[in-house]
């Protein structure tokens, strides 16, 4: 089903309606005005909780981002998808998305009052969202990214990126860090040490000792840990960590 040309549009206000969620093993009630009146406010919504493209990247992405929107003056991030409450709550545990506020739209009430209802029953997902990201200011929408009308799932315009470039063309992303890393080792520890104390966040990779040598190997070219990496580039263990910060600080 192609997307619906009747959706609302920019300078609209947003449906006020009520989100059923599950907050720490309780029902609890979300209104559409706590969430929108008197704030900033980017939503996302997509066709399904789990679904490749939304686990692997658009959810993800957003919540990465999360602190650059935030310091560009967004008071929430929230994501909408025509699922259950326990499956939206379910899959922001699975994916470790703190920073993202998960509305389970399981009736398609917000969804069908923005006019974003389609019919993806040849998929047996029954009727879902189509994919579009939004900026709400006060309740009243300034922003849209609707998804071209193309066979599929067209993912190329409610990204978070493009969200974020529409708040500040210049606005720079987050250093992407993981480090390569072993359980009890004092070289890991100080790595850890110095991206905390540079205000780096990063993603810890613990290699298990039955593939460490061949996983450095492969990887890094390199038979210890730690190994840092940096936006895809190989910085190396905790002296060249440290030799890299101190390198890019300013004087």
């Known amino acids: ?14 449906p006020e309606v009520s989100f059923r969620v599950r907050r720490g093993g309780d029902w609890a009630v979300v209104e559409s005005r706590e969430v929108f009146d008197g704030k900033n406010v980017v939503v996302f919504s997509l ?3 789990f679904t490749p493209t939304c686990s692997s990247t658009h959810l993800p992405r957003y919540d990465e981002l999360a602190p ?4 560009h003056g967004i008071d929430t991030i929230a994501c ?5 409450p326990f499956v939206m709550e379910e899959w922001g545990r699975n994916q470790h998305c703190d920073s993202i506020l998960m509305l389970p739209d399981g009736n398609g009430a917000f969804t069908g009052a923005m006019g974003m209802l389609v019919d993806k029953s040849d998929l047996n997902f029954g009727q879902r969202s189509w994919r579009y990201s939004m900026l709400v200011r006060n309740g009243t929408i300034e922003k849209m990214f609707v998804e071209p009308d193309k066979e599929g ?11 974020l470039r529409h708040l500040d063309p210049a606005a720079r992303a987050p250093d992407a860090v993981a480090m390569l ?7 890991c520890a100080k790595a850890k040490q110095l991206l905390n104390d540079a205000k780096m966040p990063f993603v810890d990779v613990p290699l298990e000792a039955s593939i460490r040598s061949k996983a450095l190997s492969a ?3 390199k038979a210890t840990v730690p190994q840092v990496y940096v936006n895809g580039t190989h910085i190396g263990g905790s002296e060249e960590l440290a030799r890299w910060l101190e390198e890019r600080t300013p004087a």
């Open 219 to 221: 990887i890094a070219g």
């Open 153 to 163: 799932d067209p993912f190329e315009v409610s990204d978070a990126d493009t969200m």
């Open 47 to 49: 066709p399904g909780a």
């Open 181 to 187: 890393s072993r359980e009890g080792c004092p070289f």
């Open 68 to 71: 650059v929107f935030r310091a």
């Open 1 to 14: 089903m192609p997307v619906p040309t009747t959706h609302r549009r920019e300078g609209d206000r947003v």
């Open 80 to 84: 909408v998808s025509v699922n259950d």
